[in-house]
C-alpha cells in the first residue's frame, strides 16, 4: 500500500493536469501537499479546495521553477507551513510543436529552462529538506524521450536530458536514501493537450489504435504511479523510468 501519512510532498506545476491529480492522489495517500504553480492562481486554489474538502491539507505557491530566488522561496514556504518536505514530484513542463525550420533560440530556452533547468533546481533545493531518512523524488518524463514523434525535436530533447538526470542523481543521492525515478507517459487527457489540438487529431487516435489498453490516458493514471513512487512502496527503486502508457510502446 502507498502510504504517505505524515509526509510532506511539493509538486510542481500543480494547477492543472498530471500536476493536479498527483496532488489530489498524494493528499489522499495521507501527504501534506505544497500545490505549485507559475501563473494559474485560480486552479491551484481549486486544487487545494478539493484537498481540504477530503480532509487533507495543503497550500498553493507560486514560483517559477526556472527561477533559483522563486525555487527557494517556494521550498522555504513549504518548511514553514509543514515542517519538512519528504517528496518532490518534478512535473512543472512545457511543450510546443515546433518544425525543425522555425526553431528559434527563445523557443529552445523556454522548453530547456523549464523542463530541465526547472527540474535540477528544485531537485538541488528539495535535498536541502529532506531529513536523515532521506526522500523520494518523482520527474515527469514522456514517451517522446524515446520515440521519434515530428515537430517535437525540442521537447523529446528535455524530457531525454530530464532521464539522464534520473540516473545521474539517483547514483549521486542515493547514500544519502534519496530515491530518483522518472515516469513517462503516453498521451494523457488533459487541459494542454486540449488546447494544443491534440486530442481528437490524427496522431492522437493512431495512438490510441497502437495502445493494447484502447483508449487515451487520464491524468489519474499517471497519479497513481507518482504516489507509488514517492512511498516506500517503491524503496528498492531508483534510478528507473516507468512507462505508464496503456501498452503503448
Known sequence: ???????????????????????????????????????????????????????????????????????????????????????????????????????????????????????????????????????????????????GFPTFAIYSATKASLEAITRVLAVELGPRKIRVNAVAPGVIETEGTHSAGLIGSDFVKAAIAGTPLGRVGQPDDIARVVVFLASDASGWLSGERLTAAGGYQ
Open 1 to 147: 500500500m502507498s502510504d504517505l501519512t505524515g509526509k510532506v510532498a511539493v509538486v510542481t506545476g500543480a494547477s492543472k493536469g498530471i500536476g493536479a491529480a498527483s496532488a489530489k492522489a498524494l493528499a489522499a495517500a495521507g501527504a501534506a501537499v505544497v500545490v505549485n504553480y507559475a501563473s494559474d492562481q485560480a486552479g491551484a486554489d481549486s486544487v487545494v479546495a478539493a484537498i481540504a474538502a477530503g480532509g487533507g491539507r495543503a497550500i498553493a505557491v507560486k514560483a517559477d521553477v526556472a527561477k533559483s530566488a522563486e525555487v527557494t522561496s517556494l521550498f522555504a514556504q513549504a518548511k514553514k507551513a509543514f515542517g519538512r518536505v519528504d517528496v518532490l514530484v518534478n512535473n512543472a513542463g512545457i511543450y510546443r510543436s515546433v518544425p525543425l525550420d522555425e526553431i528559434t533560440e527563445d523557443a529552445f530556452y523556454r522548453e530547456f529552462n523549464t523542463n530541465v533547468l526547472g527540474t535540477l533546481l528544485a531537485s538541488k533545493e528539495a535535498v536541502k529538506y529532506f531529513g536523515p531518512d532521506g526522500g523520494s523524488i518523482v520527474n515527469l518524463s514522456s514517451l517522446a524521450s524515446t520515440k
